[in-house]
């Protein structure tokens, strides 16, 4: 049984940083990212890693997020760096195994300038 367990979330001021985490359980996932979604808005990709070390942004995000992964503690973190009030969202882990899809709980970032 998958389990995925989201930390990190919070309130800060336009420019500060947080750092999300997200450990998941029961599988090993190539494809670890996570996912915001703000009020009336669709969710979209923020960042993304492949166990082959591959990575990739959204562009709203490119020189402020980093992603970075832990495999030997099945972990994905995302440092968030200088961020703005449009960074406010609910941020979802997303991992892949094979065909499989899992999503975790979801954590608020509110930004307030």
């Known amino acids: 049984q998958v389990q995925l367990v989201e930390s990190g979330g919070g309130s800060v001021q336009a420019g500060g940083s947080l750092r999300l985490s997200c450990a998941a359980s029961?599988?090993?996932?190539?494809?670890m990212g996570w996912y915001r979604q703000a009020p009336g808005e669709q969710r979209e990709l923020v960042a993304s890693?492949?166990?082959?070390?591959?990575?990739n942004y959204a562009d709203s995000v490119k020189g402020r997020f980093t992603i970075s992964r832990d495999n030997t503690k099945n972990t994905v973190y995302l440092q968030m760096n200088s961020l703005k009030p449009e960074d406010t969202a609910i941020y979802y882990c997303?991992?892949?195994?094979?065909?499989?899809?899992?999503w975790g709980q979801g954590t608020q970032v509110t930004v307030s300038s």
């Open positions: 029961g599988s090993f996932f190539n494809f």
């Open positions: 890693s492949t166990s082959a070390g591959s990575t």
């Open positions: 997303n991992v892949r195994s094979g065909f499989m899809n899992y």
